[in-house]
Nanobody
Framework: QVQLVESGGGLVQPGGSLRLSCAASGSIFSIYFMGWYRQAPGKQRDLVAGMTSGGNINYADSVKGRFTISRNNAKNTVYLQMNSLKPEDTAAYYC?????????WGQGTQVTVSS
């Protein structure tokens, strides 16, 4: 079983920055994907940014140029640096990890962008 612990969410003003972290622990076998999704009330959960073990990175069009995903392999941790935040970025953010045995979700961390 894999456990994902997220941190870094909160309330920020428009134009501000936040950094999300997600640490994976437990029975981890060959992680090949780590990423972040988000879900606003009444909407589906969508990919924000994802990174494969081969180094391929994908971003949602709405966050390109503002968000940066990175990873510390030694710590099995993935980060999401979010700059120039907008009210429309408000959502619950979920970490997602896939290894050779399956996919796992974090508990979610709330990001609220409001003045």
């Amino acid at each position: 079983q894999v456990q994902l612990v997220e941190s870094g969410g909160g309330l920020v003003q428009p134009g501000g920055s936040l950094r999300l972290s997600c640490a994976a622990s437990g029975s981890i076998f060959s992680i090949y994907f780590m990423g972040w999704y988000r879900q606003a009330p009444g909407k589906q959960r969508d990919l924000v940014a994802g990174m494969t073990s081969g180094g391929n990175i994908n971003y949602a069009d709405s966050v390109k140029g503002r968000f940066t995903i990175s990873r510390n392999n030694a710590k099995n941790t993935v980060y999401l640096q979010m700059n120039s935040l907008k009210p429309e970025d408000t959502a619950a953010y979920y970490c997602h990890v896939r290894d050779s045995l399956g996919g796992y979700w974090g508990q979610g961390t709330q990001v609220t962008v409001s003045s």
